[in-house]
């Protein structure tokens, strides 16, 4: 990835050029991420929908459905918005219907019902593509093209000028890492080559948002992080950038927000925080036999104790943040369901004046992959739902940016939270 | 935009029509082709071949002018063997690949995510396809040309007409290919049904070509039959008078010679008109048995006809004879009978065929323009003359007449029926093509 390394050192160079009205366009854009991120801010908060201003929305879809033939029901009621300038990650499990949602955004799929808009465009409106980079997933484009064709073919498509092309085409591969594969046939790329060249095909036009389904699906691990990277300068440009992804290590490392759709419904959507905010728990680490420490937690009566009945779920946390403080172990730790640091320092000072040692105090959050697996676990039956859209998707797929739909789901067991961002080396 | 989009995808067919092998395998063949037409010639004896010279006097000079030669291989073989059979074929397998991949999952979603509206897509894509057999016969055409115009000494812009003329046959079926292609998704099962489909055409035009000789047979029947029963029995009376005259010979006034001289007279004149039935019965002798007339009029005709110039009484038929007249006089009436009933079915089976082909496209026919274009019945050399005698197998008729008049009817066919309904074909094929393509979720 020694090109990639390149591709940073001229990244100034490309952005400037693309032309004064592009860099004009990633200066204004710097100036949308900002109110992105103010409106990202009021999503966030509790009361945050109210005050979003109409046309600040990249996407703006109400109750999108999609019945394909046979009754197979894809999409039933989709309510998703993305910010101006925002990396927005949707994900969801096999046949939820990310995809569908995708190509309904791209016309490849026409929607039985869709209000909202593109771009401020209405949703289905041709010319606005024009604006929008976008990679499919499992892509294939024509085996006798190569690389620098493949850009060329789809910029002209797009509209972008021939002079334009020839300019952009060294650049964008360059940018992607591909610039000595440019003349080689695509047939002769690997799937991570080919998905290098449709991420740079994506960006031709200089759209000002790009929809990238799996965009790291056969990338090594130096790729995906340079497509991370390459995702992050996008958006310093003020591109909105649409992820659709599994990777959802991937997404949380990026995503200002994100959407888990579940069996064609949005089951959360909002940033991450805002979606574990109620979900927030102190754990202490202690050396020797935890059971001391417990009695010890017990002693102080503050807490209202439950044992072991919070090693294994959330249920707790959420109990905890409605205003009831419980306390459990879990291994050699004993947890708190609060995020508040006042509320664990009579429990540390009575540990240590017991003589127990402490050996960690973590603030923890439940990572994506822990808000994703709430999401597809039915609550009624504990298991995940199956894959598809099919059926009834349980009561638990709200679609509300706010609520707490993962209130009272169990966490299946080996699940394991991360560290609260920035307390621990950080998961974003 | 619409200019920048088109000439990408204009660009990108030519690429893929580039990395086809079998695209410059037919380019080759067709280059073989012209080279082998040009090796042929004609001179005063018959065909050339290089420096060889097969006697086949009715290619020679004598008979076909070298330019005429030439026009006739372009058309019949060039063009009607080569490129509208064996390169379409191969054409078909190369392009029957071009939607059934274009709509493949992982590819179509790249090209719609485009500001391209899916009519125009498809109409660019599908013009695009044309490409290929666009290529080809403009380029064997341009080679005939030379050729035709280096070796037969004519230079004919006409020729150039092939390339429209076998591009739209094509389309025919390549509009075909398109639905299915869009409907299946698979290459093998567009082309196999788009071969049978032509197949199912070849079998319908050849079905047509047997109802219409044998409608225009039937008219030709029914056309001449009455002047054929005059010519009979105007022979069947020669020949009843000179058996009678024969016979009496002895009592034969001089102006009874005469009067024979003029029933001679006739009967060689009944002789180079009538048909094959007469001439088998005079060349055996069986005169009275081959009389087709009414036996009772056939008497009297040869009475009347066979006027006084005797002396005695005329001879009396046997019944014998009168049984052999009557029996014949019977199958030719049923004949005329049949023929005139017939007449109708034919001309609702002709009518029913005819409606058949209206409404499919005609791929024969498109072709066989450019002969009609190109060479004028004049230059051909005339087909010997057939014995007027001869028995046809279409129940009487004179085959010449019906082959005149089957080439007088496929060369009077309207330029609309023939262009313009195949095209109507087309239109409604494309139509439903686009409909779908539209309409699709991919």
Redesign the interface.
């Known amino acids: 990835m020694s090109e990639l390394a390149a591709a940073k050192n001229t990244d100034a160079t490309w952005i400037g050029s693309l032309g004064t009205r592009t860099y004009g366009a990633g200066a204004q854009g710097m100036v949308q991420v900002a109110s992105a991120n103010e409106l990202v801010d009021q999503v966030s908060g509790s009361n945050g929908a109210g005050k979003l201003l109409a046309g600040s929305w990249a996407i703006d879809l109400t109750n999108v459905s999609k019945m394909y033939k046979g009754k197979v029901h894809a999409l039933r009621g989709v309510d998703v918005r993305v910010a101006s300038g925002e990396i927005f990650g949707l994900l969801g499990p096999n046949g939820a219907g990310k995809s569908t949602l995708v190509k309904i955004l791209m016309t490849i799929i026409k929607p039985s019902n869709a209000v909202g808009t593109v771009l401020g465009n209405s949703v289905g409106h041709k010319p606005t593509l024009a604006r929008i980079g976008y990679l499919p997933e499992h892509h294939r484009f024509p085996d006798y093209l190569t690389g620098a064709q493949v850009l060329d073919f789809y910029g002209g498509l797009t509209g972008v000028a021939k002079a334009t092309r020839k300019q952009r085409i060294p650049m964008l591969l360059e940018l992607v890492g591909m610039k000595d594969w440019a003349n080689q046939a695509v047939k002769k790329y690997s799937k991570g080559m080919r998905q290098r060249v449709g991420i740079a095909q994506a960006l031709m036009a200089d759209p000002e948002m790009v929809i990238l389904d799996e965009p790291t699906d056969g990338v090594d691990p130096v790729g995906r992080r340079d497509i991370r990277d390459l995702l992050m300068r996008l958006k310093s440009q003020g591109k909105t950038v649409f992820i659709n992804s599994h990777l959802l290590s991937e997404l949380e490392m990026v995503c200002d927000r994100v959407a888990i759709m579940v069996q064609g419904k949005v089951a959360m959507q909002g940033t991450v925080d805002d979606l574990t905010i109620k979900q927030r728990w102190y754990e202490i680490e202690c050396e020797g036999d935890v059971a001391v420490a417990a009695r010890v937690i017990a002693e102080l009566g503050v807490f209202d104790w439950r044992g072991t009945l919070v090693q294994k779920s959330f249920a707790g946390m959420a109990e905890a943040a409605a205003g009831r403080f419980l306390a459990g172990t879990f291994e050699s730790s004993i947890l708190f369901g609060t995020d508040e640091p006042g509320a664990v320092q009579p429990c540390i000072d009575a540990l240590r004046a017991k003589g127990v040692t402490i050996r960690q105090v973590n603030r923890r959050r439940p990572s994506l992959e822990d808000l994703f697996m709430q999401a597809v676990t039915d609550p009624t039956t504990g298991g995940i739902f199956k894959p598809g859209a099919r059926g009834g998707a349980g009561a638990n797929v709200s679609g509300s940016l706010h609520g707490n739909p993962i209130a009272n789901l169990d966490v299946p067991m080996g699940m394991k939270p991360d560290v609260v961002a920035g307390e621990k080396g950080g998961s974003r | 935009?619409i200019l920048?989009?088109t000439?990408?995808?204009t660009?990108?067919a030519y690429?893929?029509l580039?990395?086809k092998k079998l695209f410059w395998i037919t380019m080759l063949l067709s280059v073989l082709v012209v080279l082998a037409f040009a090796a042929i010639g004609n001179n005063d004896r018959g065909l050339t071949l290089f420096t060889w010279t097969f006697e086949i006097p009715f290619l020679s000079t004598d008979m076909m002018s070298r330019e005429t030669l030439y026009k006739l291989a372009f058309v019949n073989f060039g063009i009607t063997f080569w490129l509208a059979w064996i390169a379409t074929i191969l054409a078909l397998v190369s392009t029957s690949s071009i939607f059934p991949?274009f709509i493949?999952?992982?590819?179509?979603?790249?090209?719609?995510?485009?500001?391209?509206?899916r009519t125009r897509l498809f109409f660019t894509k599908y013009i695009l396809g044309l490409l290929f057999v666009g290529m080809q016969v403009l380029v064997f055409t341009t080679a005939s040309f030379l050729v035709i115009g280096i070796r037969g000494g004519a230079w004919e812009p006409a020729l150039f007409l092939a390339v429209p003329v076998v591009v739209i046959f094509f389309s025919y079926l390549f509009s075909v290919c398109t639905l299915l292609g869009l409907i299946t998704r698979s290459t093998i099962a567009s082309l196999l049904i788009t071969l049978l489909m032509w197949f199912f055409l070849f079998c319908l035009n050849s079905t047509d070509n047997i109802i219409q000789s044998f409608r225009i047979a039937n008219v030709v029947t029914v056309e001449t039959m009455p002047a054929r029963i005059e010519r009979l029995e105007k022979a069947a009376t020669s020949q009843f008078n000179r058996e009678w005259i024969k016979k009496n010979t002895p009592q034969v006034t001089k102006d009874a010679e005469l009067d024979v001289a003029e029933v001679r007279a006739a009967e060689v004149e009944a002789a180079e008109v009538g048909d094959a039935e007469v001439g088998d019965a005079d060349n055996q002798g069986k005169q009275v048995a081959a009389l087709p007339a009414d036996s009772t009029s056939a008497v009297d005709v040869a009475r009347t006809a066979s006027k006084p110039v005797v002396v005695g009484t005329p001879p009396v038929p046997t019944a014998e004879q009168l049984d052999a007249l009557n029996s014949r006089l019977k199958d030719a009436r049923e004949d005329l009978a049949r023929a005139k009933k017939n007449q109708r079915n034919w001309r609702l089976a002709s009518s029913v065929s005819t409606g058949v082909k209206t409404v499919l496209p005609k791929t024969q026919e498109t072709v066989a323009l450019l002969e009609r274009w190109l060479v004028d019945l004049a230059d051909l050399p005339k087909p010997p003359n057939s014995d007027a005698d001869e028995i046809s197998p279409f129940g009487g008729a004179n085959q010449a007449e019906v082959q005149s008049r089957m080439q007088t009817r496929i060369r009077g066919q309207s330029l609309w029926w023939v262009l313009g309904t195949s095209l109507g074909f087309e239109a409604v094929i494309l139509a439903i093509a686009v409909w779908i393509f539209r309409?699709r979720?991919?």
């Not at chain 2, 493949?104 to 509206?117: D, N, Q, R, V």
């Open positions: 935009m920048m989009q000439w990408a995808m660009v990108d690429r893929e580039n990395t991949d493949a999952g992982g590819s179509i979603e790249t090209t719609l995510s485009k500001p391209i509206s309409r979720d991919f």
